[in-house]
């Protein structure tokens, strides 16, 4: 699955400092650093879960909400390839609950990069019945999500990963991807330019 992708290296599971409840499951140990450390097979396992889910749904059906703005040009790829929505930036109240509003949609599905910035997407998603499917790092909590999805979810090259992989999951799925073929974007067309940040995790 992982098309030589050297997943150690693209710092999907390097977590943070802290470590909840919901996601103890998912990981292995904490770095030197106090860095919580997750399972990345654990991670590959969940994204091949999730795919199996988004297409039994159906991609059509699907929406995307991301409040990362490090995950920016993942999502665009993302829902570029497959044919999804997506939501960026602010989340704005009723887009799932208020049928009256003009920006009212009525997803089957919905993806989420960090259920804590996309706390009102999950909220609402919840409230209306709609199944979540979550990116989580090691300091979030999971209560509403119906698939985690374990991973480093402030990362840019991480994200990059996380998206790379599932597109190229649901293709395979699909039938329109060989296990063995070549994707037409390569992870770092996945990633988010941004300035150089001394704080950014890998």
């Known amino acids: 699955m992982s098309q030589q992708v050297d997943i150690e290296r693209t710092g999907i599971k390097i977590g943070t400092t802290i470590k909840t409840k919901f996601m103890r499951h998912f990981i292995t140990e904490a770095d030197t650093n106090g860095c919580y450390m ?5 991670t590959l396992s969940r994204i091949r879960v999730a795919a199996k889910f988004i297409n039994r749904i159906g991609t059509e059906n699907l929406i995307v ?7 920016d040009t993942p999502t665009e790829k993302f829902c570029e390839m497959l044919g999804v929505k997506r939501l960026t ?15 009212y949609i ?3 599905l919905v993806l989420v990069t960090d259920p804590q910035i996309d706390e009102q997407a999950v909220t609402e998603a ?3 019945g709609i199944p979540v499917i979550g990116i989580s790092n090691t300091n979030n909590i999971t209560s509403k999500l119906d ?3 374990p991973a480093n979810n402030k990362g ?12 190229r999951q649901i293709l395979i799925e699909k039938g329109e991807l060989k296990e063995d073929g070549e994707m037409p974007h390569t ?3 996945f990633e988010t330019k941004m300035a150089e940040d001394p704080d950014t995790q890998t």
Not at 65 to 71: E, L, N, P, Q, R
Request: glycine share 6%; with cysteine.
């Open 147 to 149: 698939i985690i999805i």
């Open 106 to 108: 009525e997803p089957k």
């Open 89 to 103: 930036g602010r989340f704005m109240p009723g887009t799932l609950t208020n049928p009256s509003l003009s920006y």
């Open 156 to 167: 840019i090259t991480a994200l990059a990963t996380v998206f790379w992989l599932l597109v």
């Open 65 to 71: 909400c991301s409040g990362v703005t490090k995950a």
């Open 126 to 128: 919840t409230n209306a």
């Open 38 to 42: 997750i399972n990345s097979d654990i």
């Open 187 to 189: 992870i770092d067309e």
